[in-house]
């Protein structure tokens, strides 16, 4: 692409990015009035000032206005977009939209297929036999209660308590963990100049964690101390959210594509399109980048005395109880994979919302309130099809890394980083290796 010499204002200030192709300034224009119908769609949008003022001024188009739109982009796409990755990935994008369109207008896809449009993949159900494995591991791996009869789920509950820091040790905490997986991010993948992340600690709110991507490299993190106070907890969610996950991402793709190639598509992030599922997919695994198995038992036993938790002053019961939280980590991955299951019995299947919730009480090892709030989210119009992604992204770029040694993950993780990879581009590659009923 001939970038030429026209920049022009980008939302927030003091920033400036290429102005956008004829392509690129509809994409950005259809995303947002998407979500100006159904807010929530755009994740973080760091485009064009003038495209965002445009739409806060113009009246809402209707759903039906909306999908003739994405019908429009898709007739235009081979004849304005040379560069054959570049429409593999727009196709997908404006497909997912076009989805989002049709449910708006009333007139929604089965949700299998809503789904598959939106991911650009078809997601698969994960085998009860799974969790039943990862609970009878949690079995083995957790203190006996008290009496000798306690419940899986209990039996964890008691464990997670012994390790809440106080909320007046947390931020200092955080500060210190944000800055080890900072320079881990940095030595593997290099960081993008300027870039830095802000976290304030609050409380009183629903989520455990926000995070806003901001433009210009830069993102803040909320993190809710009430719900988010475990060493464990708060490596997932730096990890995730910051260094090497979304945060990492965003940075290097604004620097990669927006400024550095021109491609303004870039500078929209949206929900439920293929974009949200290899984001969160490469966030999850973002964890066992910076923090392999090999050293997480490490990082655990520091954050227990920075913590000022009781066990770090009895090395012997510290060390047991970080090498216990590695085998929990382990086997609690595969529960991700509940809330996709529950979310296609209720939405494909048609299954009673009483029998889901008891599903996720059962398979999720929560209670009956938290799976209730759990099963609000997935009857949420934005988050229904949302929900998959947790799982189905960590699966399919699980698969992906795997046709690599473990030496050559690194690179392929830089990939996800700085490229507009589409779910169904990876999945051929691995359906052409034998590699596509793998896992990682």
Same mark, same amino acid.
């Given at each position: 692409?001939?970038?030429?010499?026209?920049?022009?204002?980008?939302?927030?200030?003091?920033?400036?990015?290429?102005?956008?192709?004829?392509?690129?300034?509809?994409?950005?224009?259809?995303?947002?009035?998407?979500?100006?119908?159904?807010?929530?769609?755009?994740?973080?949008?760091?485009?064009?000032?003038?495209?965002? !003022?445009?739409?806060?001024?113009?009246?809402?188009?209707?759903?039906?206005?909306?999908?003739?739109?994405?019908?429009?982009?898709?007739?235009?796409?081979?004849?304005?977009?040379?560069?054959?990755?570049?429409?593999?990935?727009?196709?997908?994008?404006?497909v997912a939209l076009e989805a989002q369109a049709?449910?708006?207008?009333?007139?929604?896809?089965?949700?299998?297929?809503?789904?598959? %449009? %939106?991911?650009?993949?078809?997601?698969?159900?994960?085998?009860?036999?799974? +969790?039943?494995?990862?609970?009878?591991?949690?079995?083995?791996?957790?203190?006996?209660?008290?009496?000798? $009869?306690?419940?899986?789920?209990?039996?964890?509950?008691?464990?997670?308590?012994?390790?809440?820091?106080?909320?007046?040790?947390?931020?200092?905490?955080?500060?210190?963990?944000?800055?080890?997986?900072?320079?881990?991010?940095?030595?593997? +993948?290099?960081?993008?100049?300027?870039?830095?992340?802000?976290?304030?600690?609050?409380?009183?709110?629903?989520?455990?964690?926000?995070?806003?991507?901001?433009?210009?490299?830069?993102?803040?993190?909320?993190?809710?101390?009430?719900?988010?106070?475990?060493?464990?907890?708060?490596?997932?969610?730096?990890?995730?959210? %910051?260094?090497?996950?979304?945060?990492?991402?965003?940075?290097?793709?604004?620097?990669?594509?927006?400024?550095?190639?021109?491609?303004?598509?870039?500078?929209?992030?949206?929900?439920?399109?293929?974009?949200?599922?290899? $984001?969160?997919?490469?966030?999850?695994?973002?964890?066992?980048?910076?923090?392999?198995?090999?050293?997480?038992?490490?990082?655990?036993?520091?954050?227990?005395?920075?913590?000022?938790?009781? #066990?770090?002053?009895?090395?012997?019961? !510290? /060390?047991?109880?970080?090498?216990?939280?590695?085998?929990?980590? /382990?086997?609690?991955?595969?529960?991700?994979?509940?809330?996709?299951?529950?979310?296609l019995m209720l939405h494909a299947d048609g299954?009673?919302?009483?029998?889901?919730?008891?599903?996720?009480?059962?398979?999720?090892?929560?209670?009956?309130?938290?799976?209730?709030?759990?099963?609000?989210?997935?009857?949420?119009?934005?988050?229904?099809?949302?929900?998959? #992604?947790?799982?189905?992204?960590?699966?399919?770029?699980?698969?992906? +890394?795997?046709?690599?040694?473990?030496?050559?993950?690194?690179?392929?993780?830089?990939?996800?980083?700085?490229?507009?990879?589409?779910?169904?581009?990876? $999945?051929?590659?691995?359906? !052409?290796?034998?590699?596509?009923? $793998?896992?990682?």
């Amino acid at each position: 692409m001939d970038l030429g010499k026209d920049r022009v204002t980008a939302v927030g200030t003091g920033r400036e990015v290429p102005a956008p192709d004829g392509f690129a300034r509809d994409y950005l224009l259809l995303a947002l009035r998407l979500d100006k119908l159904q807010p929530g769609i755009v994740d973080a949008y760091f485009g064009p000032a003038e495209l965002k !003022a445009l739409i806060d001024a113009e009246p809402p188009r209707t759903p039906v206005q909306l999908r003739e739109e994405a019908a429009a982009l898709q007739t235009r796409l081979h004849k304005e977009v040379a560069e054959p990755e570049r429409q593999r990935w727009l196709l997908a994008q404006v497909v997912a939209l076009e989805a989002q369109a049709l449910m708006l207008a009333g007139d929604p896809l089965p949700y299998l297929d809503y789904v598959s %449009c %939106c991911f650009d993949i078809t997601p698969e159900r994960t085998p009860d036999a799974v +969790f039943v494995a990862a609970a009878d591991e949690l079995g083995r791996v957790l203190p006996e209660g008290e009496t000798g $009869s306690e419940t899986i789920a209990d039996r964890l509950a008691t464990w997670n308590s012994r390790f809440n820091i106080a909320p007046d040790r947390l931020p200092a905490v955080i500060d210190w963990l944000l800055a080890v997986v900072r320079d881990r991010a940095d030595r593997l +993948f290099g960081l993008p100049t300027g870039e830095g992340v802000e976290i304030a600690c609050v409380s009183g709110k629903p989520w455990t964690a926000s995070n806003q991507y901001e433009g210009g490299c830069r993102t803040r993190l909320e993190i809710n101390t009430d719900l988010l106070a475990r060493p464990d907890e708060l490596i997932h969610i730096i990890t995730h959210e %910051c260094y090497p996950g979304r945060h990492t991402e965003h940075a290097w793709k604004e620097r990669c594509l927006v400024d550095d190639l021109g491609r303004l598509e870039a500078s929209v992030t949206l929900l439920n399109t293929p974009e949200a599922l290899i $984001s969160e997919g490469l966030a999850n695994l973002g964890e066992r980048i910076v923090a392999p198995d090999e050293t997480y038992p490490a990082l655990l036993l520091e954050l227990f005395e920075r913590g000022g938790l009781t #066990v770090a002053s009895d090395p012997a019961a !510290a /060390r047991d109880a970080a090498d216990r939280q590695l085998r929990i980590r /382990r086997a609690s991955t595969s529960l991700r994979a509940v809330t996709a299951n529950a979310a296609l019995m209720l939405h494909a299947d048609g299954a009673p919302r009483e029998e889901v919730a008891a599903y996720m009480v059962q398979h999720l090892l929560i209670t009956p309130e938290r799976a209730e709030r759990r099963l609000a989210v997935i009857e949420d119009p934005i988050y229904r099809a949302d929900v998959i #992604v947790h799982y189905e992204g960590e699966r399919l770029l699980r698969r992906w +890394f795997e046709l690599d040694l473990a030496d050559e993950h690194t690179e392929r993780f830089g990939r996800l980083l700085r490229e507009l990879l589409t779910p169904s581009s990876i $999945s051929t590659e691995l359906a !052409a290796t034998g590699f596509a009923n $793998s896992g990682w």
